[in-house]
Nanobody
């Protein structure tokens, strides 16, 4: 019923940049945050960034703070993750999440998830 489609992943060199997009189809998620999570091989899915409905509040994991920027375009039901100064440890499958509650920092706070997009950072 509600679909989230991530795009923009790929292979980049360390220090490079990449922008991920997540397009949501279906109902408008008014007043709800959206976020990004990632999962590296052999590791648990972890929080990356979240953004409030208005875009006025953003939250970042310590590991990406200062390098990644989350933004959203509510008219397009799309959330973005701009990643700069990428490091090999950023390599993971990145997942978009929608219709969150609270600040959207926890996996259990989201109702909808995309299928993920692979980001690989080479050294």
């Amino acid at each position: 019923q509600v679909q989230l489609v991530e795009s923009g992943g790929g292979l980049v060199q360390a220090g490079g940049s990449l922008r991920l997009s997540c397009a949501a189809s279906g109902r408008t998620f008014s007043n709800n945050p959206m976020g990004w999570f990632r999962q590296a091989p052999g590791k648990e899915r972890e929080f990356v960034a979240a953004i409030s409905w208005s875009g006025g509040s953003t939250y970042y994991a310590d590991s990406v703070k200062g390098r990644f920027t989350i933004s959203r375009d509510n008219a397009k039901n799309t959330v973005y993750l701009t990643m700069n100064s990428l490091k090999p440890e950023d390599t993971a499958v990145y997942y978009c999440a929608a219709d969150g509650v609270g600040k959207g920092l926890v996996i259990g706070e989201y109702d909808y998830w995309g299928q993920g997009t692979q980001v690989t950072v080479s050294s």
